[in-house]
């Protein structure tokens, strides 16, 4: 069994960065995979980042590429989202996920763990 909590969310101005935290609970190591999705009001939940626990390999939805950035702290069991150049568009509440897979899945359904959520808003 996995436990996800996220924090680190907030209000920041357009242009602006923030960070997430994820820490994981339970194993990690060979085909664990933790990803970030996010919700906005109104929208389904779409996907943003993932990493491969082990490697590291990465990978980003279109909206993000090139401004945020997904990263893993093993000894910490914690996985971090830095967010740079933040739009009003990116406002959401952004969920940690993970599962054991081979493969790096975009869909929501194919993760098997889920953190609670931390809001981010980007003022304009």
């Known amino acids: 069994q996995v436990q996800l909590v996220e924090s680190g969310g907030g209000l920041v101005q357009a242009g602006g960065s923030l960070r997430l935290s994820c820490a994981a609970s339970?194993?990690?190591?060979?085909?664990?995979?933790m990803g970030w999705f996010r919700q906005a009001p109104g929208k389904e939940r779409e996907f943003v980042a993932a990493i491969r626990w082990s490697g590291g390999s990465t990978y980003y939805s279109d909206s993000v590429k090139g401004r945020f950035a997904i990263s893993r702290e093993n000894a910490k069991n914690t996985v971090a989202l830095q967010m740079n150049s933040l739009k009003p568009e990116d406002t959401a509440v952004y969920y940690c996920?993970?599962?054991?897979?081979?493969?790096?899945?975009?869909?929501?359904?194919?993760?098997?763990?889920w953190g609670q959520g931390t809001q981010v808003t980007v003022s304009s």
């Open positions: 996920a993970a599962e054991y897979s081979l493969a790096i899945h975009r869909r929501e359904s194919e993760y098997d763990y």
């Open positions: 339970g194993r990690t190591s060979g085909t664990f995979v």
